[in-house]
């Protein structure tokens, strides 16, 4: 019984899967008709750039389609950077475009592509479909000399590829130079300067292929970035920081050969070769920086703009096919241009990824978002499909449970076309932002805290006996240094006195005034004779310094007296002015030698 039921119910779950994974495929409508195709494809640089305009109409019944199919053939679909499109001249409205599949059409890519309105019978719609291809020339030859111009060859389809009958289309090329060496002979074509015109070619049934090769100069840079990093840092103190580790390759044709560095400079050879490109940054931008492994990068200059501050940035060396260079920029912008929030909800939105050169192409680009400590209920929201890492988490200064970073990486080929902000959704408490200088303030106080304790507390177990004889003798040394200025002072009052004395002749003042200071310097000779016996008991040999100091201010009380004297002989005229200069000179050097030495011998205690 159980064997019946389940050979009943297996080819049930067949049929259903079956089912199920038909639903998955979409069906050409065949009531739409174009009417007409204007194809333009750009092959001035390394990207290959093509612009569809289509007029689509519905020659069927009752129906009324949203959405038509948009195909491209094997080859183009592999190099596919960026596709999208557009209704409307004046006033775009960009319609949603997602991939597709058909049955029975395999290796042909089809995109859907949404109408503004629905098109019911009768109606013609005008859509630009703009598809951007990485990769699609080839160098040819693949490697040139110094000296040599590059060539690239481009392969495509003579025929727009359409699931559609095409009713008139034509196709525009063009080129880098008006150099070219061959192109696809299908008439009608025409050519002109650096442009090639084909068609106009009638009633091109669906998916009809013909080979499509152009084969021209082109010494356009061929920089592909093969690595990117773009780290970004948002802090709640109102600064957004970023920085990006840019890999970049020449993919142009190889230097074949020596390169002469010589030969570069005077015969301005190199044509091909990269000297420098310029990396726009946000109007917004400050604080900027430029270097790789080796260091700052001087040969870069910075423009700012009414929109955007020009970066042009000049390797250390030219770059040639093949060569590669590695280089870090970084800059500050303000978060209030692109953080908002309402009370704890927040929103960051920011561009994916950013300008680094004209036409460029992003082989592999990872974009971190450090978010502030704290945060939570993150919510990501991009304006394409990317690859989300699990988040990570950053430690910085003052950092407890570290900084939450959103990782990202791409899926594909980026171009400028890619150049669309995200959105990330967070919530974060404001009061948390005075965690961290609270944190600081208690680090102070604790360190200013310990440093009290340590100073003032002793935490030997047994007394040093030797230090602290130090600190008294340290403590008596002070006071003799306090006494010796005192000292010192009573020295410039007798000097004082001399030249008031004479001045104004007046002897019984003078002599007053002389047994007055006379007294005042006995006391403080005595205090300094005293601490000579104490220090000298703990510490004989400070005790000689102290001796030697009551020496040379004998020596030096013995001079003034002598100076005193002579003044004396001088106001009763008893000597000669001039006997007495003389005389005055040679006692002022000798005191001024003593006094020296005095000084020297205080500050060496």
Known sequence: MKLSWLLNVTPALFLMAVCCSYADFVSINKDLVIKSCDRTIDLTSQLVKINHKISITNNGGSGAPRTFLFSLEGGAQDKLSYIGATQGTSEKTYLKVSEAKVQGHPGVGFWKVELRDALTKGITAVVNVEVVLGGAQEMFPAAITQKEKQLARYTGNVYVHSPYPINSQTTTITLASANIESYTKHEPVSKQDSTVKYGPYNNVAPFTVSELIVHAENNNPMLVVSNLIRVIEVSMWGNIAIEETVDVKHNGAQLKGSFSRYEYQRESSGVSSVKNFK????????????????????????????????????????????????????????????????????????????????????????????LPEGVSDVELSTPYPVKRDKDDKHYTYLDTT????????????????????????????????????????????????????????????????????????????????????????????????????????????????????GGD?????????????????????????????????????????????????????????????DQENGLVKKKEETMEKINSLVRAF
Do not use: C
Request: proline residues 2%.
């Open 521 to 581: 310097y006995k006391v403080e000779t005595q205090a300094i004779a005293e601490l000579l016996t104490t220090v000298k008991n703990i510490n004989p040999e400070l005790g000689d310094k102290v001796g030697e100091l009551q020496r040379l201010d004998r020596v030096y009380r013995d001079l003034q007296a002598q100076q005193t004297a002579l003044v004396e002989k001088l106001v009763s005229g008893k000597i000669v002015k001039a006997a007495y200069l």
């Open 279 to 370: 990396t726009l940054l946000p109007a917004a931008a400050k604080d900027v920086y430029y270097r790789d492994d080796i260091g700052n990068i001087s040969t870069s200059h910075m423009k700012v703009m009414d929109d955007a501050v020009e970066l042009d940035l000049r390797p250390r060396f030219p770059l040639f096919g093949g060569w590669k260079t590695h280089y870090v920029v970084g800059y500050n912008v303000p978060s209030y241009e692109y953080l908002f929030y309402k009370g704890d909800n927040h929103v960051l939105s920011m561009r994916l990824v950013d300008h680094l050169f004209d036409d460029m192409l992003i082989e592999n680009a990872e974009v971190r978002v450090i």
């Open 402 to 517: 570290g900084r939450t970073v959103i990782v990202m990486r791409s899926q594909g080929d980026l171009t400028e076309n890619h150049i669309q902000n995200f959105d990330l959704q967070f919530k974060y408490a404001h009061r948390t932002m005075l965690l961290e200088p609270l944190l600081l303030v208690s680090a102070f106080f604790l360190l200013f805290l310990l440093s009290i304790i340590y100073v003032r507390l002793d935490f030997s177990i047994r007394v040093d006996e030797g230090a602290e004889a130090k600190m008294k003798v340290a403590g008596y040394l002070e006071k003799v240094a306090t006494l010796q200025d005192r000292r010192n002072a009573l020295y410039q009052s007798i000097e004082d006195a001399m030249v008031k004395f004479k001045s104004n002749k007046d002897n019984n003042s003078f002599q007053s005034a002389l047994k007055r200071i």
